[in-house]
Nanobody, 121 residues
């Protein structure tokens, strides 16, 4: 069984920083893309940042220059460093990964449980 466990959410003032971490565990053979999504109240879930197995990165335009995604392949972790936070960054942040379990032949999508990020003005 594969699980994604997030940590690092919380409440900070505008202009502050937070670092989110996500660790994948279980019977993992390989992880393809690792992503961070967020969902604000009343809004659709949106992609914040993604990083491929090879290290290619993309960011939502709203966070470019403020957020940095990184991954540690041997540890099966992905982090999101968030700086210069704004009230509009308030959302539940979800880790997502495309994972190939041992003994299977296709990658499947896995999601973490979400971690709340609240930015006060």
């Amino acid at each position: 069984q594969v699980q994604l466990l997030e940590s690092g959410g919380g409440l900070v003032q505008a202009g502050g920083s937070l670092r989110l971490s996500c660790a994948a565990s279980g019977d993992i053979w390989s992880i393809n893309d690792m992503n961070w999504y967020r969902q604000a109240p009343g809004k659709q879930r949106e992609l914040v940042a993604g990083i491929t197995l090879g290290g290619s990165i993309n960011y939502a335009s709203s966070v470019k220059g403020r957020f940095t995604i990184s991954r540690d392949n041997p540890k099966n972790t992905v982090d999101l460093q968030m700086n210069s936070l704004k009230p509009e960054d308030t959302a539940v942040y979800f880790c997502h990964a495309e994972i190939l379990q041992r003994g299977t032949t296709s990658f499947n999508n896995y999601w973490g449980q979400g971690t709340q990020v609240t930015i006060s003005s």
